[in-house]
């Protein structure tokens, strides 16, 4: 495990998971939501952000969290391992709800500075619709990897999935 890549719907866990990857296997950590924004909310120029991500992959150890459909290509050529955290809906908004109101108006640690933590409607209708929208796409994008494919499916298998690092 050298290249890790954690993929998963919003308020999965991605960026607790990868922290914790890092922390145990000794890896680079790499938050792609702090490479990703500007301060204010601001999205980078698309040709900009891809020519980042392809460099960001280009190393030689990471473990890196997010999803970026528009970047995964670059990111599963180099990556050896995908932990692909497949969360029911409801969870993952009562996370996300949960994290909002934890850290309302605050920066959070994976988060590019001048992000404040907020909750838009678009943002939690995104989430509602992300496995109906974006898994098949997942599923394709994974089909021909040729490495390995940990998919997670509750928390409890978060943790023995960790332990089993250790």
């Known amino acids: 495990m050298e290249r890790v890549l954690v993929l998963g719907a919003p308020g999965s866990g991605k960026s607790t998971l990868a922290t914790a990857i890092a922390r145990q296997a000794g890896l680079p950590l790499v938050h792609l939501d702090q490479h990703y924004w500007r301060p204010g909310w601001v999205e980078p120029d698309p040709a900009e952000w891809l020519h980042h991500v392809e460099k960001l992959a280009a190393g030689e150890r990471w473990a890196m969290d ?21 969360f029911p809906t409801w969870l993952c908004l009562a996370r996300i709800a949960g994290r909002a109101l934890r850290h309302h108006g605050r920066v959070r640690a994976d988060m590019a500075q001048g992000c404040p933590e907020r909750l838009e409607w678009e943002f939690f209708a995104y989430t509602a619709t992300f496995r109906r929208r974006a898994r098949r796409r997942i599923v394709e994008h994974l089909r021909d990897f040729p490495g390995t494919i940990v998919q997670l499916r509750r928390p409890r298998e978060v943790a023995r999935f960790l332990a089993g690092l250790a």
């Open 66 to 86: 997010g999803n970026y459909g528009g970047t995964l290509a670059p990111r599963l050529a180099r990556a050896d391992t995908i932990v692909w955290l497949d």
